[in-house]
């Protein structure tokens, strides 16, 4: 019988009539290593969601997106993604800090299929792999505790219309994030946003901000 399951997940699937299938299933599809061919799904990836935890147990999910491979299986234990600009909250970055134990989800919407992967993460300052990644704040390493592939029968077909123009390219300047056009972040702005944003146009109210948002012009 596994152990790998909360008296809480065992108690749902005693109600259920699902116990011996958990047990089965999680034999069968959960593993520490990542195969040739999870490796080529990671890597084909342009977005991912990765959930933490801070120090009083409140979990967050946030979405990651980048080029197509941003995210890296380093070896058959180990990938690793980088951390680029955000909203300055650092609230993923600086959960990993505290709890190192993270969950991310990999989903393909266009041939619907998906990747979970559990694992501690660790993030080096000094890390070789930022020079590898333009724009690039930190690099975030996971040493895989389980993956495993999910059903993806209730994953809606998508099809992909674009990149993100704010995804970092070699040799291309960034435009800077819209919502740091807002008039009332104009003073708290770090001094490396500040000639970006005052080049990127005038500043702009936060329900401008949200009209823009609502018509997919954020």
Not at 5 to 30: K, N
Not at 77 to 87: Q, V
Not at 196 to 215: C, K, N, P, T, W
Request: proline share 5%.
């Amino acid at each position: 019988m596994s152990t790998m399951f909360s008296s809480s997940q065992r108690a749902l699937q005693e109600r259920f009539g699902t116990a011996a299938l958990a047990d089965r299933v999680s034999m069968i599809t959960m593993h520490a290593e990542v195969t040739d061919a999870e490796k080529a799904f990671i890597e084909s990836r342009d977005l991912f969601f990765l959930s933490t935890v801070d120090d009083e147990g409140q979990p967050t999910c946030s979405y990651k997106g980048g080029a197509v491979g941003f995210v890296r299986v380093v070896d058959a234990g180990t990938i690793a993604f980088p951390s680029y600009d955000g909203n300055g909250m650092y609230l993923s970055m600086g959960n990993i800090g505290t709890h190192a134990k993270v969950g991310l989800l990999f989903i393909d919407f266009e041939t619907p299929n998906r990747l979970r992967l559990h694992g501690e993460a660790r993030i080096d300052p000094n890390d070789p792999l930022l020079a590898d990644y333009p724009g690039a704040d930190l690099i975030v390493r996971v040493a895989i505790t389980k993956l495993f592939v999910n059903c993806p029968r209730y994953i809606h077909r998508y099809q992909k219309l674009g990149d993100s123009v704010y995804v970092p390219k070699a040799g291309c300047a960034t435009p800077p994030a819209k919502w740091k056009r807002i008039d009332a972040f104009g003073d708290v702005l770090p001094a490396r946003d500040a000639a970006a944003v005052a080049a990127a146009g005038a500043a702009i109210s936060f329900d401008d901000y949200m009209a823009d948002v609502a018509a997919g012009q954020g």
